[in-house]
């Protein structure tokens, strides 16, 4: 295992779980599904284990302990699962999928939310790609949507933008099933930036969230170049002006 200390001055991760913070970037790309021809795959997964100090602000401050981890499950599928324990909320959230051809084809997202003073959540949505539908549950309601190639959910498309951004792409389109509809979600690599952590200078690409022109929310992403595109920091700034970030602590490779 190779391990890459990435302590970016942030807060929020516990946030962006919870509320779904979507990161941003890459270049105009279609969606693909598991039924396109096949191509070649120049990004390969690697197994990754990353440690997260997650807070958020907004006239009290509030932390927890995240830990987000890929793995390869020996069957030919992966693992991408996201856990958060604080004093406010706990937060479980996982996907299987196959990496085919260099995209995320989800088979089964699972999300759940419970905490002090917060309304429970549970949302699940299991993907048929033979039968070309997705069937789920989000807050007790179930329902049941046609798929569309190149599909993803609301862990999918982080990691497929994750990759696409490695790949070269500067803008691009997610179609992502969430809360029982499809969302479009538009993302634009817009700067290349050195952050400073503790003395040492980390090249990134910083990327953002593409809203409409009158949307007062904002999310900036940070993607460490020489560290395989490893987001290192976000930003979300609220419409009433509050700022949530989150901290990287450390990250371990599988090389």
């Known amino acids: 295992m190779t391990k890459h200390p990435l302590t970016v001055s942030a807060r929020g991760l516990l946030l962006a779980a919870m509320v779904g913070i979507s990161p941003a970037y890459g270049a105009e790309s279609e969606p693909t599904s598991g039924s396109e021809p096949a191509r070649a795959d120049t990004t390969p997964l690697l197994p990754l284990e990353v440690s997260y100090n997650a807070s958020m602000e907004k006239g009290v401050t509030l932390n927890g302990d995240a830990r987000r981890r890929l793995r390869e499950k020996g069957d030919g599928t992966w693992e991408y699962r996201t856990d958060v324990d604080s004093f406010i909320a706990d937060i479980d959230e996982s996907l299987i999928f196959r990496w085919e051809n260099g995209r995320v084809v989800p088979l089964r997202?699972?999300?759940?939310?419970?905490?002090?003073?917060?309304?429970?959540?549970?949302?699940?949505i299991d993907f048929d790609w033979e039968k070309r539908v997705a069937t789920g549950h989000h807050r007790g309601d179930k329902f049941s949507l046609p798929l569309e190639d190149g599909a993803l959910d609301p862990m999918g498309y982080q990691l497929q933008l994750r990759k696409?951004?490695?790949?070269?792409?500067?803008?691009?389109?997610?179609?992502?099933?969430?809360?029982?509809?499809?969302?479009t979600d538009r993302f634009a690599v817009i700067d290349e930036e050195t952050l400073n952590r503790r003395g040492e200078q980390v090249a990134t690409l910083k990327a953002e969230k593409v809203r409409d022109s009158d949307s007062k929310r904002k999310t900036l992403m940070w993607f460490a170049?020489?560290?395989?595109?490893l987001l290192v920091r976000l930003l979300q700034v609220e419409p009433d002006g509050s700022e949530y970030e989150i901290t990287i602590d450390e990250a371990q490779f599988n090389d």
Do not use: A, H, N, P
């Open 109 to 124: 997202y699972r999300y759940s939310l419970s905490g002090f003073l917060i309304k429970d959540r549970k949302q699940v």
């Open 164 to 183: 696409d951004i490695k790949e070269g792409k500067r803008e691009m389109t997610y179609r992502v099933i969430d809360k029982g509809d499809y969302d």
């Open 225 to 229: 170049t020489d560290q395989d595109y």
